[in-house]
């Protein structure tokens, strides 16, 4: 029998740590990024867990030859640190021994320890597994880390309750025909396209709740806007005094997250030379207002009264932009019609919902508003809808025992993060996409 | 043009604050949780958030009468704080106005408002939108919330970087029946029955990795220990040495988790009366050696050399308890035929693993070990077992361009809280169970 009493083994030096090491021999490890032969000595690039560090190759201090090495080993090496004032960290590390861990079998199919990886999206995605290991296509995803962090640090602090809510379920949240269906032991199921529902329910148990979960829409078109699969950051909050309370508390949200990355992700921001929008005043603008101004600004002709064409979203973002500065814009007061039953209609006109859209720089990237919690009016308003109340006996569950006022929202992670970086797809924002075409890698 | 600019609008006081206020009115909201009527006052208890607080009808002093108010109603209300030395918080309130917010439309069909919820658990599940408001079962899942906070913070103090990876899937990572099948637009795809693939591909990339997120399994037997959907928690770790680094890690991650408990959850703790494990020392004995102590120390025949039966894991529990005090066991060394074929084998017995199972009070709540890194090798295994390398191009892929010594596990979050609470059903520790018969709510 032995005993595991999870008392830390000695761990080899993290990255941030070297500096304290100045003139001393350390044990590090990581993968060969880079090698560059000069005469008589070599840059070694090693990756480790979030830097590239810069090593030196000497044939005269250096226990080994530079052609044991390829770029892809992993490696344990040993190493001196010299203080070094041209370089940004002040030390640079001479490599003295090196045991190899592991090496690649052949040369990579494609080029990833450039600045970027210059090949095709396709390529990219295919090449998933090891284009992620370049410098900056690793950065990206550590960003969309910080803003989960930032996010999920603001909610708790806010008195939101962190839930799970299950994926496989009865009915779909959002209605249409973009759901996937599931045999589940030979009945029909459905995946979640929201955890709407559920965290509606749990509102009336916690008052605030929220989830960062994957949510999956049977899209058919191929844009560069949509993910079939992707991470939903969702809040819902009771007791709300309208549908702006929302807005504020995401507003505030968002603040946190960037607030989260400038206070923890510098070396990420500058490697992808990120410009962080400025969150001050926000303007909300009614939806049917917004179209009117978009029609008389760039003189285009209204098509359809009820929704955005995406030309519209981005030309909306411009006008917002060099009117008031801000590079976020709410359209607020969508018609009925076009969002789902449990939105709550306006008092003054139950042709709109008191609901909203967020835009940042051209795109949606959230869809909130204050949800019906009356049971009677939930009901009126699936029948007119001729919906069959009996098959959400379990959602209308909630609204029959009692339920405050509240809303929500749903936040697309990889949308968030795509136009933070000013990217063309979003696809460039999600680790392993999914798409019509695509559930590979 | 309205402007929204996230600055926080005045709340109503949190429970925490009320302290600050005594002798002062302030206004508070919640769900009236039970009214239990004495002459001439009564008492009311409204659910908050997070507590339960006790508040005083006066007739003499509340500007309502009683009947205005049912369970279950949500209400605002004014309330004076006075001091009350008897009283836990050492203060009561006395409601002085209240404003209805919503009410139910009918009674609650099953009381929610005593110490427990006493039903069967297929009412408990069928009602859960409002068995969920009870005291103690919302208590339960605040603890849940509690243990991945615990888990993410020590995990990220750690290095580990968390990621979001898909769902929807080409293959299934732990092969056998047990996985849903998706028509993916007209193609065959799976649902994730664990983030294997993707999380060792990480691994490439940041050397550590994590992931909290709902994984699938078509199983068809209907037990008290599984469910089709669950949380997993995953991690994998590279540069490792053996797979005990792994133990020796998850030991430090589930002592963070009880501290992070003990810490921020007390008095959900002790409301539910949760005796906490101790973590010291843990046992860890090989598979085989398990396997014959429970027959040689209970008498019992083996009927299988290559799994443990459900009892005889519970057995060997009691027994290294009664040993060595601990409510954790390892068991290492599973025969190489019942684990994956990514899972790395001795390299003194091709017969077994180096991995293992975690049990805790007598069932199991990881499974973890060290994995191939080598391409050469993992082909290898792949052809033993008859698969098609092929069709697992894209995970090959990291493999054939370099990993290092890597490993990692995952643990069911609903069993180990299960566990913890010492429920004879994991279905408890879920807040929307799924198994074969049950899809809602």
């Known amino acids: 029998m032995k005993i595991i009493n999870g008392i830390a083994i000695n761990e080899e030096i993290s990255t941030g740590e070297i500096t304290q090491h100045i003139g001393k021999t350390i044990r590090i490890h990581g993968s060969i990024y880079k090698i560059r032969k000069m005469k008589g000595f070599a840059f070694v690039l090693l990756r480790t867990d979030r830097s590239v560090i810069q090593c ?5 201090v250096s226990n080994f030859d530079i052609s044991d090495i390829k770029e892809e080993s992993c490696i344990r090496a040993e190493a001196l640190v010299k203080q070094e004032k041209r370089s940004k960290t002040g030390w640079e590390l001479t490599l003295l021994n090196v045991t190899i861990l592991s090496e690649p079998i052949e ?60 994926k496989i379920v009865y009915a779909g949240a959002e209605g249409g025909a973009n759901i996937f269906h599931l045999d589940y ?101 009614r939806f049917h207002e917004a179209k009117e101004m978009i029609a008389a600004c760039y003189a285009r002709e209204i098509r359809d009264m009820e929704d955005f064409e995406p030309e519209e979203e981005k030309l909306l973002s411009e006008m917002m932009l060099k009117r008031t500065g801000s590079e976020f814009v709410f359209v607020t007061h969508y018609p009925s019609k076009k969002r789902p039953f449990y939105a709550m209609d306006d008092k003054d006109n139950q042709e709109v919902t008191v609901s909203f859209d967020l835009l940042f720089r051209g795109v949606e990237i959230t869809t909130g508003g204050q949800r019906i919690h009356n049971y009677h009016e939930q009901l009126e308003k699936m029948e007119r809808r001729n919906m069959q109340p009996g098959e959400f006996e379990s959602y209308l569950m909630m609204h029959k025992y009692g339920m405050p006022p509240h809303g929500g929202l749903g936040l697309g992670l990889e949308r968030f993060l795509s136009r933070l970086l000013n990217q063309d797809n979003v696809r460039y924002s999600c680790l392993f996409p999914r798409d019509i075409n695509r559930v590979t890698p």
Chains 1, 2 share one sequence.
């Open 56 to 60: 030196i190759y000497n044939k005269d």
């Open 107 to 166: 040369g990579l199919p494609i080029v990833i320890n450039q600045k970027i990886v210059d090949t095709s999206i396709g390529n990219l995605l295919d090449f998933r597994p090891i284009t992620l290991r370049n410098e900056r296509e690793r950065a990206l995803f550590k960003l969309q880390e910080g803003i989960c962090n930032g996010f999920r640090k603001f909610l708790q602090d806010n008195r939101f309750t962190e839930i799970h809510t299950p």
């Open 185 to 285: 032991f030979g009945k029909e199921a459905f995946l979640a396209q929201s955890p709407q529902f559920y965290k509606q329910m749990m509102v009336g148990v916690y008052e605030r709740v929220f989830e960062i979960a994957p949510v999956f829409r049977a899209e058919k078109h191929d844009t560069s806007r949509h993910l079939n699969e992707y991470t939903s950051v969702d809040f819902e909050m009771g007791y709300i005094e309208s549908f702006e309370d929302i807005m504020q508390m995401e507003v505030r949200m968002l603040k946190a997250a960037l607030d989260e990355l400038n206070g923890n992700y510098q070396a990420e921001l500058e490697l992808l030379a990120v410009r962080l929008p400025e969150i001050n005043d926000i303007p909300a603008i």
